[in-house]
């Protein structure tokens, strides 16, 4: 039986599991005590979003979204971090945090949303590549 997952806004009690999928998901071992203070600002900051997934009652990915401001095309969002963790990929959590980022990219008027990853991060470009293919915009 699948489990439900709840997608979120970030809260400041998400920065020891934000410390851990950091670590775990995406190589970055930052303290937990500098995440609580990143995260308080970005939490401060409307035009950043991030969003928590939740399984099992447990947080299990999140997504981080900021503006994107160019001096060539309309605005958009630019995704500065996704991870999932990694005993819970290939569930559809990637999915549903990149269904909630784009339906706040649309909400705020974005006419995109744009993910760079390293060169490193193959089996994630693969996802991205799938999920680039529905060709959908916000705008």
């Known amino acids: 039986m699948e489990e439900e997952t709840v997608i979120r806004e970030a809260l400041p009690a998400d920065a020891p599991a934000l410390a851990r999928l950091n670590r775990t998901a995406m190589g970055y071992d930052y303290p937990e005590d500098q995440t609580a203070d990143r995260l308080a ?3 401060q900051d409307s035009r950043c979003k991030i969003f928590m997934a939740e399984s099992a009652g447990q947080v299990a990915g ?13 605005p958009m969002k630019n995704i500065m971090g996704i991870a ?4 819970r990929r290939r569930q559809g959590l990637g999915r549903a ?3 909630a980022g784009e339906a706040w990219a649309r909400e705020q ?7 760079v990853s390293g060169e490193s991060r193959q089996g994630a470009h693969a996802f991205y590549r799938l999920w680039a293919m529905r060709g959908t915009k916000c705008s």
């Open 109 to 115: 008027g974005a006419a995109g949303v744009r993910l």
């Open 41 to 43: 600002a970005i939490l």
């Open 84 to 87: 999932v963790d990694p005993n």
């Open 97 to 99: 945090l990149l269904e």
């Open 62 to 74: 999140y997504l981080h979204l900021e503006d994107y401001q160019l001096l060539y095309a309309d």
